[in-house]
């Protein structure tokens, strides 16, 4: 009897507990770059009265991994940080709806890691108070950068490269060879799923055009680069004018700074001679004076001679 009294007791004091339960129904959202997301969450407390209703979004980003707030709503106020300013909207009624969830419009790249909804509902103490999304934004790669590597010539290495610096998921990439028709022809030379095309022993059967395809789940971008005797020339060549340009601004810079040493030391000993003049007039005038004097002499003498003669 008294063990029958003991747990009806138990069961009375468990059904007074605040309880409040936050669920979602979303484990994973992707979307693509710059469409909106909605994320969902619902909560259910054991407490009537909404009055101390609070809401709050946390948000953990894929590459900073530090959290942060995005928004608060309580009393059916909202208050969104800058960074997500005009861009979240929140359910018109929570309390009567039940429902937390919230639309981010204009999604980034930047914007792809967890969310977290999180619904108090004072006197609720207990329960869970928490849902947390995953969220991907994908984007299409952008366009890639192919380049050529090692000398363009029979029987040398050559090695492709081609890479996109957006894309999300990452992107996959392959290379395709275009003959003088434009027809896909197979490539000889090892592949990677990275963007590097190794051809060991260049042929003139492999000469032409080679096409990177860079491809994830949105869509694709493409480059192209062009196989020929004349391309490593005119890498070659761009290099030997890339480095007789440089010599020449060398030259340049140091005819600059030589002309400019002369010119102030010039300028110095000018202004030296400026100052012993200014410190002794007396010798400066005497030295003026002396060479009329001795021209004068030279002239009279001249003419003593001429007379004589």
Request: negative net charge; aromatic residues 6%.
């Amino acid at each position: 009897m008294c063990f029958v009294q003991q747990l009806l007791v138990l069961v009375s004091l468990i059904g007074c507990v605040e309880l409040i339960t936050v669920t979602t129904s979303q484990k994973y959202v992707n979307v693509t770059r710059g469409q909106s997301a909605l994320l969902q969450c619902s909560f259910v407390s054991t407490e009537a009265a909404t009055t101390s209703l609070t809401i709050q979004w946390d948000f953990v980003s894929s590459s900073a991994m530090t959290s942060q707030q995005i928004c608060f709503s309580q009393s059916g106020k909202a208050v969104i940080t800058n960074s997500y300013n005009g861009r979240i909207k929140f359910p018109s009624d929570p309390a009567t709806t039940k429902n937390a969830s919230i639309i981010i419009s204009n999604m980034q790249p930047s914007d792809a890691g967890v969310y977290t909804c999180e619904v108090h509902n004072f006197p609720d103490v207990e329960g869970q108070s928490q849902a947390n999304i995953i969220v991907n934004v994908l984007e299409k790669p952008s366009v890639p950068y192919c380049a050529v590597h090692g000398d363009v010539a029979t029987g040398h290495l050559v090695t492709l490269t081609c890479h996109s610096e957006h894309g999300s998921p990452n992107p996959t990439y392959t290379w395709t060879r275009l003959d003088q028709a434009k027809t896909r022809r197979p490539v000889l030379g090892r592949m990677t799923t990275t963007g590097v095309l190794e051809i060991k022993n260049m042929s003139q059967f492999e000469f032409g055009e080679y096409q990177c395809n860079a491809t994830n789940a949105v869509g694709f971008s493409t480059c192209a680069i062009e196989l020929s005797p004349d391309t490593g020339d005119g890498v070659i060549a761009g290099a030997v004018i890339g480095a007789m340009l440089g010599c020449v601004l060398i030259a340049l810079v140091v005819w600059f700074i030589t002309h400019s040493v002369k010119k102030h030391k010039y300028k110095a000993v000018k202004a030296a001679e400026a100052n012993e003049m200014k410190r002794n007039p007396t010798q400066a005038q005497e030295a003026a004076e002396s060479v009329p004097m001795a021209t004068t002499a030279s002239s009279q003498h001249a003419e003593g001679n001429e007379a004589h003669a």
